[in-house]
């Protein structure tokens, strides 16, 4: 069993910043791959960003590239997602899901590929 906590949501001005943390605790050889996906009101659930916590290798899918990083504090089992110059268009609901590594690797950004959930956290930007 994996337990992932989030933390650090909020409400910002176009263009601000904001600083994401997921908590996690358990079984590590199930939190191997932490990521990060978003609900957008009235939207899919869609990924955002991945860190392969053995690898230190991340992943930040394209829509966010260039504005949202992923990293991790290993001390602290914790894994952050710093969002700066945000956009009406990133808010939503963030949650942080964990998953195990297959051949080292983490899996893509599909929901269903990864097994635990936390309860999310609200990320609303207003212009």
């Known amino acids: 069993q994996v337990q992932l906590v989030e933390s650090g949501g909020g409400s910002a001005q176009a263009g601000g910043s904001l600083n994401l943390s997921c908590a996690a605790s358990?079984?590590?050889?199930?939190?191997?791959?932490l990521a990060w996906f978003r609900r957008p009101p009235g939207k899919e659930r869609e990924g955002v960003a991945k860190l392969n916590t053995l690898r230190r290798s991340t992943y930040v899918a394209g829509s966010v590239k260039g504005r949202f990083t992923v990293s991790q504090d290993s001390a602290k089992n914790t894994v952050y997602l710093q969002m700066n110059t945000l956009k009406p268009d990133d808010t939503g609901m963030y949650y942080c899901?964990?998953?195990?590594?297959w051949g080292g690797g983490c899996p893509p950004l599909i929901e269903g590929r990864y097994d635990y959930w936390g309860q999310g956290t609200q990320v609303t930007v207003s212009s």
């Open positions: 899901a964990a998953a195990s590594a």
């Open positions: 358990g079984d590590p050889g199930s939190r191997v791959c």
